[in-house]
């Protein structure tokens, strides 16, 4: 399993696409919010709030957290191998502690960027001017955990892919 992990806008859902070109698949995610774009329907599972926490006392999700006003979740049903998934750093120990019990076999890329283009690329999102607000402050708290490894979002994604697919058994 590949956990891509990083501040806002380095380029986590882009390397995550160019590695399911290389083979591997997503997770299956759940949350409340709205989707963002047309196609994103098959990134997500839209639910409203009561479902999701119906879902939640059934104790079908790895692991959840409400984040930016909207719930999240991770479904527990997913094969233990190929699974390339991105994560927000505040969730990285959350998803290290289930991991190490279930015996997967885990590794942890974390994509750092500078903050003069990190800015740049938040200023294309659509999130409102609040929300930019808010991921910006991610830069000033996250930080790669020791057993990361940590590349530049700022280098073209198909190269990180390709650096990462070439030397997954040593990462």
């Known amino acids: 399993m590949l956990i891509i992990t990083g501040v806002s806008a380095s380029g986590k859902t882009v390397l995550q696409e160019d590695m399911l070109q290389r083979g ?13 774009y047309e196609d994103e329907v098959d990134d997500y599972v839209f639910l409203d709030e009561d479902r999701f926490i119906y879902l939640l006392r059934k104790d079908i999700f790895i692991d959840h957290t409400n984040w930016y006003w909207n719930w999240y979740g ?5 094969p233990k191998w190929d699974i390339c998934m991105v994560l927000d750093p505040i969730w990285r120990e959350q998803i290290a502690k289930w991991i190490s019990r279930d015996d997967y ?10 903050e003069k283009l990190q800015t740049k690329r938040l200023n294309t999102r659509w999130d409102s001017k609040d929300q930019r607000a808010l991921r910006k402050k991610d830069f000033e708290w996250f930080s790669p955990s020791a057993s990361s490894v940590v590349l530049d979002g700022a280098i073209d994604t198909n190269i990180l892919a ?5 030397s997954w058994e040593h990462l």
Do not use: C, G
């Not at 997770?27 to 919010?33: G, H, V």
């Not at 991770?74 to 997913?78: A, D, L, N």
């Not at 076999?105 to 500078?114: A, E, M, S």
């Open 74 to 78: 991770i479904s527990r049903t997913m």
């Open 24 to 36: 591997f698949n997503k997770p299956i995610n759940f949350t409340t919010r709205e989707p963002r």
């Open 105 to 114: 076999d885990v590794k942890f890329v974390y994509l750092d960027i500078d």
């Open 162 to 166: 390709d650096k990462i697919k070439n």
